[in-house]
């Protein structure tokens, strides 16, 4: 049995938290803002009642891909999450402004996400020195597939060299989850390669047809994976 953490993303109702909850998803991640700026991004009064509604041992997790810190202040003060993920372009926001939003939410755990670029040799790679300008302002890293031409990290259910995740987690002492086109066909793989903190799902376990107006997470997707990785 693996020992790591199961994040759930793209959680828009209390039932798909609930769900993927009880099938032994640690985090559940939820999109939101007062500025709509992705598609499926609840308001905050959803993710508040979501994140009220679940269950008192789920991790919450809040995604924004603002780079103003006031902005991002404000959609906190609504509804305060357990980890603030930042997943637009990382540089985006400065280390000192990272380090302004820890300062204004003591306890808040800071979720960075990197940028890995599929097709692109390891040593081409750019995230090495963004890591080491960012660590001391990130709890936990999430590893995710980014697209050329694209400003946010990842939702692209593309999947990366997984020799770049392992080399990532080697070089740093945070916590490392890793994302990026994973579902239940590889994520016992990925896992067995890169022996990380945690795996991560948005695009591979919802609905092929969602339904708008509803939950979009597949069960039986989201079955499959959470399963595969704890038996990995």
């Given at each position: 049995?693996?020992?790591?953490?199961?994040?759930?993303?793209?959680?828009?109702?209390?039932?798909?938290?609930?769900?993927?909850i009880d099938m032994g998803a640690h985090h559940i991640?939820?999109?939101y803002g007062k500025i709509k700026r992705t598609p499926g991004q609840l308001t905050c009064e959803q993710a508040k009642e979501i994140f009220e509604?679940?269950?008192?041992?789920?991790?919450?997790?809040?995604?924004?891909?603002?780079?103003?810190?006031?902005?991002?202040s404000g959609n906190l003060e609504f509804v305060l999450p357990d980890i603030l993920h930042l997943s637009g372009d990382i540089e985006g926001i400065s280390p000192e402004n990272v380090q302004v939003l820890r300062d204004r939410f003591p306890g808040l755990k800071i979720m960075q996400a990197l940028p890995v670029y599929p097709g692109v040799p390891l040593e081409e790679q750019k995230v090495f020195d963004l890591v080491k300008r960012y660590e001391e302002t990130t709890d936990f890293w999430l590893i995710d597939t980014k697209i050329e031409g694209s400003t946010d990290i990842g939702a692209t259910g593309v999947t990366h060299?997984?020799?770049?995740?392992?080399?990532?987690?080697k070089?740093?002492?945070?916590?490392?989850i890793i994302a990026g086109g994973l579902d239940a066909s590889n994520v016992a793989h990925a896992i067995r390669v890169t022996n990380p903190y945690g795996v991560d799902s948005f695009s591979l376990t919802n609905f092929d047809h969602p339904q708008p107006g509803r939950g979009i997470k597949d069960p039986v997707k989201c079955k499959a994976f959470i399963e595969a990785a704890l038996n990995a």
């Open positions: 049995m693996a020992n790591v953490i199961i994040q759930i993303y793209g959680i828009r109702t209390i039932e798909d938290a609930r769900m993927v991640g939820v999109s509604g679940v269950q008192p041992h789920a991790i919450k997790v809040g995604l924004t891909v603002a780079y103003d810190i006031d902005e991002i060299d997984l020799e770049v995740d392992k080399a990532i987690i070089s740093t002492s945070k916590p490392c």
